[in-house]
């Protein structure tokens, strides 16, 4: 009941016009309700309550009836009192839609004889149209920021889901091991889809608003805790001072200031075995929640991949400053750049609790120590296992340039292939183009898992290989063409096989970490190997895992729509891997 007139509502308690109980009764429900929470302080930041509402006069003088005893609408009343000082209306341009509206309402009003009832509505829609109508402001002030800060709110997430899981959870017992199911349900804000899947070890379940936050069951959350673990867990060092760090032969930093009461807690350097990159991470603090640490990292933090935020430059180097909500709460980071040519080329000071300007203080105040070990001159093993020996002849005008500050060049090594870097990371690329695979097999990295027919029919338009500095494993990309017909082929590192329970629910994980698919099939192939099959509108996809060497591999294959005709082409595809 509360829901459907919260905005009545709202203004009648403002003007205290609610009886005792009744608003007794309004306060509790906005307790409990956080969409009608915010409706009301929305409504009570905008509006000027009085103690006689005025009735809206629309009609010129001698126009008709005044209707003067009738009820004033919700919409009257609400433009009534909004304090219109806080709208620009002073410049509103009259768009062709709106003079033609105006035209046709006024020789209607002319040429033809209708009620009174109806001409206040003929002159209302106008003056909604023309003027500012309540879904204009609602929804520019609510819908669009409110709505969306809502469906990223944790515990309205689960509030929606609570209303489904029964249902969804009551699927479970009827899929097999690695299938799945998709649920949608209609809310007021948008589109709720919950998917559900069996694993080996357990149930996977992720719900959430479509293009917006997901969450996920008990199960998920032991397997992401237990990749942190292995994470944690694996090939750290740890250090009592930052003095001892650098001693060790690793770059370390100083802080010349921190804020008060904080003081050196963790000191450690790491290889983190699920992407074989190494870190070095250094934490001050006053308790659990009080904290700010730093970061060094091999990989460069991108503006288009960290969201909206503002480049800047700190003692004469580059950094980049941005914000983003993590585990619920406003993470701050500062990310500094070292150079392309370093093993760690980006320092990353980040804290849920510090503000912007702490963290810039913090750094223009650090003093790096041992800097000299961070250069490529004391670390060989930059383009550590690159096969291709014509590349390697380039390494070093590779290198030369990163030197001269040059972070964006192309090395063409043959009319067939090209070793390149571009400005917006650190990964080196080896592009072939046109080739016989046949011809650079050995050259790359992971057997590649595709029908011989494929490999003889279709022409290899391109393979890629991307590598990082001082990092052994590559991801590689292949893409195969005959006239329309497509299969693109993308291979990575997922990590070690002990962080994850085993192959299935580690393909099962990675396959829902996305709602926006419009289908999730499990396929086996005849090796008894999992796939999952996934479509949305025109992009067709699968997914397996693979293990070598206790370590575990993702294939992504995009597929072209003659492979994927009916569920029988796709299970042909699959037999043929």
Known sequence: MFCKTIEELSMGYIDNELGQNDAKRFLKHLCKCKTCRMKYNLIKSNYTPEKDVENLNLYRSGGGSSFSGEEVSLTEKVMGKIDKSMYDTGRRRFHRKRVTIAIVCILLLLTASINAESLYKSYQEL?????????????????????????????????????????????????KIGAAKVFEFEEENGIFRAIVAKGEGGVFISYGFLDHKLLYNDYVKELNQKNLENILQQDTEHFNT??????????AVDPGYVPYNYELVECFRSLNPNSLEGSIGIRYAVDEENWVNFMFITGRMVESSEGPGELIEISGRQAFYNEQMVNGRNMKQLSVYLGDGTRYSTLVV?????????????????????????????????????????VLEYTDQYISNIKRGNNDFTF?????????KRIHNNTY????????????????????????????????????VFGKPYISQKDEAYNFKKGDSSVFLKTDIMGLVKSYTNKTDALIKDAFGSLNFDEYQPYYGKSGQLYYFFSQAKHNEIRTVYEIDGYLYRSIYILSSDFVKNPETIQSFVDSL
């Open 127 to 175: 003056a909604d149209i023309m003027f500012i109508s309540k879904e204009r402001l609602m929804g520019n002030l609510f819908k669009n920021a409110q709505i969306n800060r809502l469906l990223e709110d944790e515990e309205y997430i689960n509030q929606v889901y609570s209303k489904y899981s029964d249902g969804v959870e009551k699927e479970v017992d009827s899929l």
């Open 242 to 251: 930052v003095f001892d760090l650098a001693n060790s032969g690793e770059i």
């Open 350 to 390: 980040y804290s849920a609790v510090l503000d912007k300007q702490e963290l810039l203080k913090i750094v223009e105040n650090i003093e790096l120590l041992n800097e000299n070990a961070n250069s490529m001159d004391n670390n060989p093993d930059y383009f550590v296992n690159i096969k291709d020996k014509r």
């Open 412 to 420: 063409k090594i043959d009319e067939h292939t090209e070793f390149y």
């Open 429 to 464: 690329y080896i592009h072939y183009r046109n080739v016989n695979y046949n011809d650079i097999k050995e050259l790359l990295y992971y057997p590649l898992n595709l029908d011989e027919k494929i490999l003889e029919e279709y022409d290899l338009a391109s393979a890629q």
